[in-house]
Nanobody, 125 residues
Framework: QVQLTESGGGSVQAGGSLRLSCAAS??????MGWFRQAPGKEREGVAR????????VYVDSVKGRFTISQDNAKNTMYLQMNSLIPEDTAMYYC????????????????????WGQGTQVTVSS
């Protein structure tokens, strides 16, 4: 079992930055990722980092602006979000996957079985 706890959400003006953190209890996972869901929209994968080789995957809309990282000693994952835009407004969820499928880039946002409670990010124009 893996328990995930997010922190770091908040409100910021467009162009600003936020850093999200996700602390994991337990280590039975192959990947950790960030997902987001805006009101009226489907949940989408934002970024993923593999615990196997450290490889990362990003959704196109955040490439060059967001950076995912992991501190293995602390079992903590981060999402540094820069140059935020109003379209980034959403509830952000931390997730972990125990199935190796997530390690393949084409399946980067598949088979996540552990989820955090979410943290709200609001970007105003």
């Amino acid at each position: 079992q893996v328990q995930l706890t997010e922190s770091g959400g908040g409100s910021v003006q467009a162009g600003g930055s936020l850093r999200l953190s996700c602390a994991a209890s337990g280590s039975d996972y192959k990947c950790m990722g960030w997902f987001r869901q805006a009101p009226g929209k489907e949940r989408e994968g934002v970024a993923r980092i593999s615990s196997i080789d450290g490889s990362t995957v990003y959704v196109d809309s955040v490439k060059g602006r967001f950076t995912i990282s992991q501190d293995n000693a602390k079992n903590t994952m981060y999402l540094q979000m820069n140059s935020l835009i109003p379209e980034d407004t959403a509830m952000y969820y931390c997730a972990a996957a125990s199935h190796v499928l997530c390690a393949y880039s084409n399946y980067a946002f598949r088979a996540y079985n552990y989820w955090g409670q979410g943290t709200q990010v609001t970007v105003s124009s």
